[in-house]
């Protein structure tokens, strides 16, 4: 196996159509939020990218709590600590109208014991004049038992060259 390999990919917010003042589709604020178990995973990479925006995000952070969630806000959930993008300058700042076509990463420690087994992201635009694309993903690597195939690393097709 290449080490690459190693990885598990699940995609919380799918491609989707504009989104104005709410969260999108699968978003932890979402009324029907994807939340990803961590199994025993090590590590997490999250990335949401960011199309094009006329509106600045009101909420950016990553949540963990003990099982799936199982509605918008779902109480049982709390923010991962340092995770909250806040304010409008420096690394951490919340994204802004001006930041069309970026990404966004979080690198997560898995071990640290105040993160819960399930994992959500919080996306939230502000309300502008047309709003924002967003799409997201979290990435599990370290894994005690290594996907084999590409189903289990969150693909659809893989190539190896």
Not at 37 to 50: G, I, M, Y
Not at 72 to 79: E, N
Not at 142 to 150: D, Q, V, W
């Amino acid at each position: 196996m290449i080490q690459t390999q190693a990885f598990s990919r699940t995609t919380v917010c799918q491609p989707q159509a504009i989104v104005n003042n709410d969260a999108p589709v699968g978003a932890y604020a979402d009324a029907n939020p994807v939340s990803v178990e961590r199994n025993d995973a090590s590590f997490a990479k999250v990335t949401v990218t960011l199309g094009a925006t006329d509106i600045d995000l009101t909420s950016l952070a990553l949540y963990s709590g003990p099982a799936a969630a199982s509605g918008a806000s779902d109480s049982t959930y709390s923010v991962v600590a340092g995770s909250a993008h806040s304010g409008t300058t420096g690394n951490g700042r919340l994204p802004q109208a001006t930041d069309d076509n970026t990404v966004w990463v979080w690198f997560v420690d898995l071990r640290n014991d105040s993160i819960d087994n399930f994992l959500a992201v919080d996306i939230v635009f502000g309300n502008g004049t047309a709003g924002g694309y967003s799409t997201c993903d979290i990435e599990l690597f370290h894994l005690n038992e290594a996907p084999s195939s590409a189903t289990e690393r969150g693909s659809a097709s893989e190539l190896f060259v």
